[in-house]
């Protein structure tokens, strides 16, 4: 009998974007995370030798929920087994990976803003915290590889960066607009200094200040304190220090 959390076709589909993620559970650590760009990712999360992970099984509708399913069964039996799904499934695609990696140094000029990203995003988070790492995954996933991945780097214009930036401000969320920026700033330096892109390659983000492209943000004014009520701030000020000390 189908439990009465459990996801469904209809509730994937109208599942709606928010100003933040969110997920929605359909059991056994496997769940439906909606990004605030619309995106609907699988992410199953588990644990191995007492350490919380995170793993995808790719896009929805790309990926339906019976396909989910079916992937997050096979990776539970492998749980069972006492094999790391996670680490199974990166050693299977390493050697893949070094062949990416060794035709990008070698013909520098063909590789995709998309898979120079992606490398980035591999080589950034060794010792991040993995939630944190899982949004900044989410982020490209959904903001920025959709929308500049398939070109080349040396393609990318100003504006194109500008305007991927105002899309994401335009939902609502400046913040994660300046924090895209700085992504595809980082992108292009690690790819200089690491021999992946020509040294005349020119950052289309180089030099883009937030401030300048972005509306600006309203100054919040709060009220001046009397100044009779000074004493009182003081004095509930050092107590909350005292009780916060280690």
């Given amino acids: 009998m189908k439990s009465a959390t459990e996801l469904s076709n209809l509730k994937c589909q109208r599942a709606a974007p928010t100003q933040k993620p ?15 760009a619309g995106g609907k990712l699988w992410r199953w999360r588990y644990r191995f030798q007492g350490k919380e992970k995170q793993m995808a099984f790719g896009k929805y509708p790309d990926v ?43 013909r520098p000029r063909g590789l995709t803003f998309g898979v120079l990203t992606l490398k980035w995003f591999d080589w950034w988070e060794v010792k991040k915290n993995e939630k944190h790492a899982a949004n900044v995954k989410a982020r490209l996933e959904a ?29 609502g969320a400046r913040d994660i607009a300046k924090r ?34 972005l509306s600006q943000a309203k100054e ?23 009780l916060n000390l280690p």
Wanted: proline content about 6%.
């Fill in 220 to 242: 919040e004014h709060f009220a001046s304190l009397p100044v009779r009520e000074i004493p009182e701030l003081l004095r509930k000020m050092q107590t909350t220090t005292a």
């Fill in 180 to 213: 895209n920026l700085q992504i595809v700033r980082r992108v292009y330096t690690y790819g200089m200094n690491h021999g992946l892109l020509d040294q005349n390659t020119l950052n289309p983000a180089a030099d883009i200040k937030p401030d300048q492209i």
């Fill in 64 to 106: 339906p929920l019976a396909d989910a399913r079916s992937y997050h069964a096979d990776a539970r039996k492998l749980l069972a087994n006492g094999v790391d799904p996670l680490t199974l499934r990166k050693e299977t695609k390493e050697q893949e990976k070094v062949e990416l990696a060794e035709a990008a140094i070698e």
């Fill in 22 to 36: 969110y997920y929605l559970a359909d059991g056994g650590g496997l769940y439906l995370l909606i990004t605030p």
């Fill in 143 to 171: 903001d920025i590889i959709p929308q500049l991945g398939g070109k080349l780097p040396q393609e990318i214009t100003r504006m194109e960066v500008v305007g991927i930036t105002k899309a994401v401000e335009a939902r």
